[in-house]
């Protein structure tokens, strides 16, 4: 089975009728530029790949020596660093929990007081420059090391419980040795489990709302767990964001009489679900409990010094498959969240917080992402341009055709049908917007369109052009942006593509990358994005790892770092197996970074990795540093 729902999930198809209406209003050349074989013809003919990028020249920002490409079992980095293991998916975090057991029949009470599964995005919470607590999602498990039949069998109710208990978020101390290296606390009075069944607050405009309520909740405003934790987000109140991703894999039924409405469609909602939990808890059936799956696909904010505090869902960022939440103060002390929805054709979003930042009362701030508004992005560009102007387009009912006619009754619904209220305003289709990162020291904000297999094919609705200019789009792309007048609270932004990934060797056209890659320093779908407080930007990558075809000559999936003034991109490390890199935070004085390292030798692949011989391969979190004690990347 697949453990990865959005690999080989179908996108939701607009309705044509949604689509023509869009045409109708004049976005056939903007939010829809026409895409064909022909308009990339003409493209090509018009626009060099160097306007990509401005010319590339040496950096002074990167300061290490590249590392090749490689397709060992190894964690691999620059000479003069070292990378450890700082912990794996079944280390103990909680008191009395026992430690690994490679042999899976450890059941879900032991599993409760372990390391989450598949390691992603994650936050360094100071307690002083050398200890802190990291708050970690765990996105999802591995049947196939998680079970000793390796989820080939119908799972009984503990197993289910075990599932459970393996995804959610991990929080826990670490501090700095002696020697330099990392570890984490067992017993920490901070560490914590947060799991698909930890009680958690629906908050702002959707809670109470009859499209949350349930049979176990009839007030709408208490939610069992999280889950598909993908990245996060920090907020500088010293809260953490998780963010709900694929949960629509998690619900299922066996009632044949169930058929997907259309706004179970557009999120992909549907009988079969390979994770099973719907035949051990009915919580999960989506024919019997058709409202539960509107509680999840939300922001959630935690206190990760508190582990009594009440993880609350913050509905007013709306509901989708949220990626990451990258967390901005402008200077008009407005809090902006930019939000990516990872799905083929899906959106691009930004909130804006109603009240402002108050540096001198972190209390009051707890509750800016209670109430704002969502906007989310249209790209306007000239045919063939790699460079245009865009919108933010505002999601309020009432405004832009969101109303009762068009199938919107109040802001609730324009929330929780967020996706659907994006196609009606007419916001661009993007190719599975993934992190987005904003700029320390300047106004430029940058988002990974990690690939996308549908671009340009017919019937899918996702015309080639604007930030997405190539049709089935194997390699993605970082799109920048400049909010306009340099205020991330502006209407309007200009954008750039800062990197189109391809491969030199064996691709044609803009198939070859932009002029920033080169034969050195390929690879495929960036994910992972975040700048440290230099304004490096780090790209991590989950893509394909044949190393063959159209991959040939990329390895495994990487972790890379570019300037984002002369446009030099530099691999710095090299995952396992079958691995992908997600998750990056910075040691305060960034003298280590914490990298995740998900999922090695998923489907079986012949990965050992982390402690080699024969040993089952364990999601973990690596920690680099230098031999010399530096800057890392400097
Ligand atoms: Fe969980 Fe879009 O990656
Ligand atoms: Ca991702
Ligand atoms: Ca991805
Ligand atoms: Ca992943």
Same mark, same amino acid.
């Given at each position: 089975m697949s453990h990865k729902p959005y690999d080989d999930e179908d996108h939701i198809e607009l309705e044509h009728s949604d689509f023509d209406k869009l045409v109708q209003k004049g976005l056939s050349r903007r939010g829809f530029l026409q895409g064909s074989a022909a308009a990339m013809g003409l493209f090509l003919a018009a626009s060099p790949l160097a306007k990509a990028v401005a010319a590339v020249t040496e950096s002074k920002l990167l300061g290490f020596t590249q590392i090749p490409a490689s397709t060992a079992d190894t964690f691999e980095v620059p000479e003069g660093y070292i990378a450890e293991p700082l912990i794996s998916w079944g280390d103990p975090i909680l008191k009395g929990a026992p430690a690994f057991d490679e042999s899976g029949l450890q059941d879900s009470a032991a599993q409760a007081g372990q390391f989450g599964d598949n390691t992603d995005g994650m936050s360094f919470f100071p307690l002083s420059e050398d200890r802190g607590v990291i708050a970690v999602n765990n996105e999802y498990t591995n049947y196939e090391y998680l079970f000793p039949h390796q989820g080939k069998e119908a799972l009984s109710a503990d197993e289910v419980k075990k599932a459970q208990a393996a995804v959610g978020v991990s929080v826990f101390e670490v501090q700095r040795n002696a020697n330099g290296g990392w570890s984490y606390l067992k017993d920490s009075k901070y560490n914590r489990r947060i799991t698909a069944n930890t009680e958690m607050e629906l908050t702002g405009p959707v809670a109470g709302h009859a499209l949350v309520k349930t049979s176990a909740d009839a007030a709408g405003k208490k939610v069992l767990g999280t889950f598909n934790n993908c990245a996060n987000g920090q907020t500088p109140w010293g809260t953490y964001l998780t963010c709900e991703e =694929? +949960? =629509? @894999? +998690?619900f299922g039924t066996a009632d044949a009489a169930f058929s997907a409405d259309k706004h179970q469609k557009r999120y992909g909602l549907k009988d079969k679900s390979d994770y099973q939990w719907f035949t051990q808890d009915e919580r999960f059936d989506i024919a019997k409990n058709p409202n539960e799956p509107n509680r999840h696909g939300w922001i959630v904010e935690i206190d990760p010094m508190d582990p009594t505090s009440t993880p609350q869902k913050r509905t007013a960022l709306g509901r989708f498959k949220h990626e990451n939440a990258a967390v901005t103060v402008d200077d008009n002390g407005h809090v902006v969240v930019y939000l990516g929805d990872d799905e083929r054709g899906e959106h691009l979003y930004r909130f804006v917080s109603k009240n402002t930042y108050n540096p001198n009362d972190q209390a009051a701030n707890r509750n800016l992402l209670e109430e704002g508004t969502l906007y989310v992005a249209r790209f306007d560009a000239g045919e063939g341009e790699l460079k245009g102007q865009g919108q933010w387009l505002e999601l309020t009912h009432g405004k832009n055709g969101l109303t009762q006619e068009n199938g919107f009754a109040d802001q609730a619904e324009v929330l929780i049908f967020a996706r659907e209220a994006a196609t009606q305003v007419g916001a661009t289709t993007m190719d599975r917007p993934e992190w987005i990162a904003v700029h320390p020291n300047n106004k430029s904000v940058c988002c990974t369109l990690t690939n996308n297999k549908y671009r340009g094919v017919e019937g899918k609705n996702q015309p080639v052009g604007g930030p997405n200019p190539r049709a089935k789009n194997n390699y993605g792309q970082i799109v920048r942006w400049w909010p306009r007048g340099g205020d991330h609270t502006a209407a309007g932004f200009d954008w750039d593509l800062f990197v189109i990934a391809g491969n030199p060797t064996v691709g044609e056209g803009l198939y070859k990358g932009s002029a920033n890659i080169n034969a050195d320093n390929m690879f495929n779908s960036p994910d992972g994005l975040g700048f440290d407080n230099d304004g490096r930007l780090w790209i991590l990558t989950d893509g394909k790892y044949s190393n063959e075809g159209e991959f040939a000559g990329m390895g495994n999936n990487q972790m890379l770092c570019a300037d984002p003034e002369t446009g030099e991109i530099r691999r710095f490390a090299t995952g396992p197996i079958a691995c992908e890199i997600t998750g990056l935070t910075f040691a305060p004085d960034h003298r280590a970074v914490f990298v995740g390292v998900q999922h /090695? @030798? *998923? *489907?079986?692949? /012949?990965s050992h990795f982390p402690a080699g011989g024969s040993s089952k391969p364990r999601s973990t979190i690596m920690v680099v540093r230098r031999k010399d004690g530096g800057i890392i990347g400097a």
């Open positions: =694929n +949960f =629509n @894999g +998690f /090695p @030798g *998923e *489907e079986l692949a /012949p």
